[in-house]
């Protein structure tokens, strides 16, 4: 089905605006979900899969989260795919086209879980909430987090197509009063202060930097530091060229709050950028930044990520 828009072209229509679910208060007006919600959508979980997974995948933009065949989830075996709706209090994907669902099931021999789609911040939801699914992989079992993102290469040695392993990120929402970890802590999944200063597993790149070599990706892998910004607009030229000066090598709209969210509950953490489009840092350039870029890209990549990803999970099991 397709409306008009304001310019007579024929767009699609908007997505339902987010769906009511029951939060518990604080009691200072703070929304959050308690230990206990969380135990029940993650004993809710257990009950429709016998998978017990080891690592959790967030699959995003730039992984297949918009389409099915011959993406990383579709390569499961023994999948049980459930849909966010089926979840009790579990948010629900608003993103057009994306699928919300977890993929249980194995990658070679690894139990996993796969996000196929993501919570954003952009869609409206708060950065807590964004980030449930990362305490009820914990509440799993889950050992480790990958997650995944498609962004723009603002390093200028970057290409499209470029693979970028995470060293580190700048919490640029955090600089700004917006944390997923506010409101009061509960002590079950981590301390007050947690450190970040080792938020991705430096064991891990060296792995992903050796598979890398072996599948012969040494001309696309790149390492480097990611941040994300609120979105939904791309940025403007000022803004990137102020995130180059401090050092930001690719930027997205995701991932920071999830990695701080999953470090907080002690998980070891593995970041993957999709460079999908070179950032625009000059105003004569005419291109302008699009998603359907972002989706083409992934694409484009789908099998080499599908067998890179595949290859790191084997090898992180062993770790
Ligand atoms: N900016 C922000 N998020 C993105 C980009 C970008 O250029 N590309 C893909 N996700």
């Given at each position: 089905?397709?409306?008009?828009n304001m310019?007579?072209?024929k767009?699609?229509?908007?997505?339902?605006?987010?769906?009511?679910v029951?939060?518990?208060?604080?009691?200072?007006?703070?929304?959050?979900?308690?230990?206990?919600?969380?135990?029940?959508?993650?004993?809710?979980?257990?009950?429709?899969?016998?998978?017990?997974?080891?690592?959790?995948?967030?699959?995003?933009?730039?992984?297949?989260?918009?389409?099915?065949?011959?993406?990383?989830?579709?390569?499961?075996t023994?999948?049980e795919?459930?849909?966010?709706?089926?979840?009790?209090?579990?948010?629900?994907?608003?993103?057009?086209?994306?699928?919300?669902?977890?993929?249980?099931?194995?990658?070679g021999?690894v139990?996993?879980?796969?996000?196929?789609?993501?919570?954003?911040?952009?869609?409206?939801?708060?950065?807590?909430?964004?980030?449930?699914?990362?305490?009820?992989?914990?509440?799993?079992?889950?050992?480790t987090?990958?997650?995944?993102?498609?962004?723009?290469?603002?390093?200028p040695?970057?290409?499209?197509?470029?693979?970028?392993?995470?060293?580190?990120?700048?919490?640029?929402?955090g600089?700004?009063?917006?944390?997923?970890?506010?409101?009061?802590?509960?002590?079950?999944?981590?301390?007050?202060?947690?450190?970040?200063?080792k938020?991705?597993?430096?064991?891990?790149?060296?792995i992903?930097?050796?598979?890398?070599?072996?599948?012969?990706?040494?001309?696309i892998?790149?390492?480097?530091?990611?941040?994300?910004?609120?979105?939904?607009?791309?940025?403007t030229?000022?803004?990137?060229?102020?995130?180059?000066?401090?050092?930001?090598?690719?930027?997205?709209?995701?991932t920071?709050?999830?990695?701080?969210?999953?470090?907080?509950?002690?998980?070891?953490?593995?970041?993957?950028?999709?460079?999908t489009?070179?950032?625009?840092?000059?105003?004569?350039?005419?291109?302008?930044?699009?998603?359907?870029?972002?989706?083409?890209?992934?694409?484009?990549?789908?099998?080499?990520?599908?067998?890179?990803?595949?290859?790191?999970?084997?090898?992180?099991?062993?770790?």
């Amino acid at each position: 089905m397709s409306v008009q828009n304001m310019n007579g072209t024929k767009v699609k229509p908007a997505k339902e605006t987010l769906p009511e679910v029951e939060v518990e208060s604080n009691g200072n007006g703070h929304k959050m979900y308690s230990y206990e919600m969380l135990e029940e959508i993650a004993n809710f979980l257990l009950t429709k899969t016998n998978i017990r997974p080891i690592i959790g995948i967030i699959c995003g933009s730039g992984m297949g989260s918009y389409w099915k065949d011959g993406s990383l989830a579709d390569t499961i075996t023994d999948a049980e795919r459930i849909p966010y709706e089926e979840i009790p209090n579990f948010p629900t994907s608003t993103v057009e086209g994306h699928h919300g669902q977890l993929v249980f099931g194995r990658l070679g021999e690894v139990p996993v879980v796969a996000m196929q789609g993501r919570f954003h911040y952009y869609e409206g939801y708060p950065l807590w909430k964004c980030c449930l699914p990362i305490r009820v992989m914990k509440l799993l079992g889950v050992k480790t987090l990958m997650a995944t993102n498609a962004a723009g290469g603002l390093n200028p040695s970057y290409k499209i197509g470029d693979l970028m392993i995470v060293t580190d990120h700048i919490n640029l929402m955090g600089f700004a009063g917006n944390n997923p970890l506010q409101g009061p802590n509960d002590e079950r999944f981590g301390p007050r202060f947690p450190p970040m200063n080792k938020a991705y597993n430096y064991e891990y790149r060296k792995i992903a930097k050796k598979v890398a070599k072996e599948l012969k990706l040494d001309n696309i892998i790149r390492e480097g530091i990611y941040t994300c910004l609120g979105g939904p607009n791309f940025e403007t030229v000022a803004e990137l060229r102020m995130l180059k000066m401090v050092g930001v090598d690719a930027v997205g709209m995701s991932t920071v709050h999830e990695v701080i969210t999953a470090r907080h509950c002690d998980m070891k953490v593995f970041g993957l950028s999709l460079i999908t489009n070179e950032c625009i840092t000059n105003y004569e350039v005419e291109a302008e930044a699009n998603h359907e870029e972002v989706l083409d890209v992934g694409k484009m990549r789908q099998d080499l990520l599908r067998e890179y990803i595949s290859r790191l999970v084997h090898e992180f099991s062993k770790v």
